[in-house]
């Protein structure tokens, strides 16, 4: 299935949101609770799956697998298909859960399927299929924690990945990256991606960078987010439940 040419306009700095231009019949799907406001004119409908397969023919099961993927990489069952209805123009618009960056990704010009983690997956074209795709290697698996579960977007269209902070888009020609684990956003399908200490025992204990890092390796692009969403919500968790204990104590 082609996707739809959508148009789009990426709006603010450190807490961005896109807007989305649909022709008639356009239609944009999202995850559920990403909308922000849409034009009169657009109706929305949750669906299951992405709405890549065909209706019949053996489209239900399909989407039924693809639902439950999603469902284990912690997405919800179904997906939010807003379509332009009306007879001109019209607009809707999507944002982030995190503060930080959407990444527009013109899956036609890249060429190949998107990797990325679990919960980037924004909004896309409808057309785009999201998947859910796992890291085979074994160490990953056991010890990958955020990098085991991942998404698979492909498509001829576009799609947004939500990502923490500022994003760094590295182009590697046969390098090798090391990375924290949190702060992948995505990399190119085709690129070796796997899990490896950080270090000797006293590293991983005291290093401060975790026990595990990522390492992509190959030719083709990697989306780096610099304040992975763990990153912002430790602090707070922290401060919550030391303010908890010292109430609790008075």
Same mark, same amino acid.
């Given at each position: 299935m082609?996707?739809?040419?959508?148009?789009?306009?990426?709006?603010?700095?450190?807490?961005?949101?896109?807007e989305v231009y649909l022709d008639p019949e356009e239609t944009a799907v999202a995850e559920a609770g990403t909308m922000i406001f849409m034009d009169e004119g657009v109706t929305f409908e949750a669906k299951m799956g992405d709405g890549s397969?065909?209706?019949?023919g053996g489209g239900f099961f399909r989407k039924a697998r693809s639902a439950a993927g999603r469902v284990l990489s912690g997405e919800s069952l179904f997906m939010t298909h807003f379509t332009n209805s009306g007879g001109g123009r019209a607009k809707v618009a999507f944002g982030a859960s995190v503060p930080g960056?959407?990444?527009?990704?013109?899956?036609?010009?890249?060429g190949r399927p998107v990797i990325?983690?679990?919960?980037?997956?924004?909004?896309?074209?409808?057309?785009?299929?999201?998947?859910?795709h796992f890291n085979r290697r074994f160490g990953s698996g056991m010890f990958g924690g955020?990098?085991?579960?991942?998404q698979k977007l492909e498509g001829d269209g576009i799609?947004?990945?939500?990502?923490?902070?500022?994003?760094?888009?590295?182009?590697?020609? /046969? %390098?090798? @990256?090391? !990375?924290? +684990?949190?702060?992948? &956003? $995505?990399?190119e399908e085709g690129m070796e991606y796997s899990i490896e200490r950080a270090g000797g025992l006293k590293t991983?204990?005291?290093? /401060? %960078?975790? @026990?595990? !890092?990522? +390492?992509?390796?190959? &030719? $083709?692009?990697?989306?780096?987010?610099?304040?992975?969403?763990?990153?912002?919500?430790?602090?707070?968790?922290?401060?919550?439940?030391?303010?908890a204990a010292a109430?609790?104590?008075?």
């Open positions: 082609r996707s739809h040419d959508i148009d789009y306009e990426i709006r603010g700095d450190d807490l961005q949101f896109v397969e065909p209706e019949g960056k959407i990444v527009p990704l013109d899956l036609a010009e890249i990325c983690q679990r919960d980037a997956f924004l909004c896309a074209a409808l057309g785009t299929k999201v998947s859910m955020e990098g085991f579960i991942l799609a947004f990945v939500n990502a923490g902070g500022m994003v760094v888009e590295r182009h590697l020609a /046969g %390098e090798t @990256i090391r !990375l924290d +684990t949190g702060c992948l &956003v $995505g990399f991983m204990a005291f290093g /401060g %960078e975790g @026990i595990f !890092l990522a +390492t992509i390796s190959g &030719v $083709g692009r990697v989306w780096v987010q610099s304040l992975p969403f763990s990153r912002l919500a430790d602090p707070i968790i922290s401060a919550a439940v030391a303010a109430a609790s104590s008075k």
